[in-house]
């Protein structure tokens, strides 16, 4: 059984930095393509970042590229997110996410790993 938990969110001013990390537990960590979702309140949940299982190939949504990087630890099983420059439309929770895939998904409906959410609050 596979179980994600954020870390790291915050409040922080715009232009500044915040790094989330998801913690991963369970078998064949490995194995399993993540991403990160954001939702922020009234909208649909969507797509920011994901990285292949072999943490070969990364994909990032456009309002995010040159701001976040994704990578993954396997040492110590760990999603780490590190957000630079954000803006207040970064605002939201954000979610990690885990595939059994052999590349990046961006689809929410395709994944049923989810963990529980950090908020992240960006202040003008």
């Known amino acids: 059984q596979v179980q994600l938990t954020e870390s790291g969110g915050g409040q922080v001013q715009a232009g500044g930095s915040l790094t989330l990390s998801c913690a991963f537990s369970?078998?064949?960590?490995?194995?399993?393509?993540m991403s990160w979702f954001r939702q922020s309140l009234g909208k649909e949940r969507e797509f920011v970042a994901g990285?292949?299982?072999?943490?070969?190939?990364?994909y990032y949504a456009d309002y995010v590229k040159g701001r976040f990087t994704i990578s993954k630890d396997k040492a110590t099983m760990t999603v780490p997110l590190p957000m630079d420059n954000l803006k207040p439309e970064d605002a939201a929770v954000y979610y990690c996410?885990?595939?059994?895939?052999?590349?990046?998904?961006?689809?929410?409906?395709?994944?049923?790993?989810w963990g529980q959410g950090a908020q992240v609050t960006v202040s003008t």
């Open positions: 996410t885990a595939i059994y895939s052999t590349v990046v998904v961006t689809g929410v409906n395709d994944y049923n790993c």
């Open positions: 369970g078998p064949s960590f490995i194995s399993y393509g």
């Open positions: 990285i292949t299982w072999d943490g070969g190939r990364t």
